[in-house]
C-alpha cells in the first residue's frame, strides 16, 4: 500500500468512525440540539477536523442516513423482483427482527422522523421521499400478491401499504420504550399475514 493509499484508508476510517459517532448523538438529542463541536467531542476529534471530513453539519446527517440506507438495502437483494410479492413482505418481518437488534439506528429513524415533520428540516426532503418510496414498495407487492391470487378478498394495497407503514413505526416507538414488551417482528407478520391466503414465508 503507497503512502497516498494508506491516508486515504485512514480517511475513509476517519469518516466512519464520525458517521458512528453522529448515529449516536443523532438519536439522543436529534439533529437540531446537536452541536458541531458536541458531534466532534463524541467523535474525539476537533471541530475542524470533523469539518474537514464534513463540510457541515446537514452533509454530516445526509452521511448518517445514506449509511441508514445502504445497511437496509444490503439485506433485501432479491425481494422487490418477487413475483408472488411474498419474499418483499417477508423481508419486513425481518428487517424489524433485525432492528431489534440496532436500537441506536430505530432511535436515530424515530427522531429525525419527527423532527424532519418541520418543513425547514434538513431531513425533511429525505424523509419524504423516504415514507413515499416504502409506501410505493410495499403497495407494489400487495399488487403482485394480489395478481398471484394470495391476496385476502378485499384488502385495497393502497390502503394497507400506509397502515403496515404506520404500524412498523408506531411500533418502533412503543419497543424503544418497553423493549421486553413489544414483538415487532411478530406484530408485523401477524398483521401481513392477515392480508394474505397463503402462508408468509420466513
Do not use: C
Not at 471530513?53 to 442516513?65: D, Q, T
Not at 437483494?77 to 411474498?86: F, M, V, Y
Not at 436515530?108 to 423532527?115: D, T
Not at 429525505?126 to 415514507?131: A, G, H, V
Amino acid at each position: 500500500m503507497t503512502a497516498r493509499e494508506g491516508g486515504y484508508a485512514s480517511g475513509r476510517l476517519r469518516r466512519e468512525q464520525i458517521v458512528t459517532a453522529a448515529t449516536e448523538l443523532f438519536s439522543r438529542v436529534g439533529y437540531r440540539h446537536a452541536t458541531v463541536l458536541e458531534l466532534a467531542q463524541a467523535a474525539g476529534i476537533s471541530r475542524t477536523g470533523l469539518l474537514h471530513h464534513f463540510g457541515s453539519k446537514e452533509a454530516l446527517l445526509e452521511a448518517v442516513l445514506e449509511r441508514r440506507d445502504a445497511e437496509d438495502a444490503a439485506r433485501v437483494p432479491d425481494a422487490l423482483a418477487d413475483e408472488s410479492g411474498l419474499a418483499a413482505l417477508a423481508a419486513l418481518v425481518r428487517l424489524a427482527s433485525r432492528n431489534t437488534t440496532r436500537p441506536h439506528l430505530v432511535a436515530l429513524f424515530s427522531v429525525l422522523s419527527a423532527e424532519a415533520a418541520a418543513g425547514d428540516h434538513p431531513a425533511h426532503d429525505y424523509f419524504t421521499r423516504r415514507y413515499r418510496r416504502a409506501v410505493g414498495d410495499i403497495e407494489a407487492s400487495l399488487r403482485r400478491a394480489g395478481r398471484a391470487g394470495v391476496l385476502a378478498p378485499g384488502v385495497e394495497p393502497a390502503r394497507q401499504a400506509r397502515t403496515v407503514v404506520a404500524l412498523m413505526d408506531g411500533l418502533q416507538v412503543q419497543w424503544l420504550l418497553a423493549p421486553d414488551e413489544v414483538d415487532m417482528a411478530g406484530a408485523i407478520r401477524e398483521h401481513l399475514q392477515g392480508l394474505l391466503v397463503a402462508p408468509l414465508p420466513d
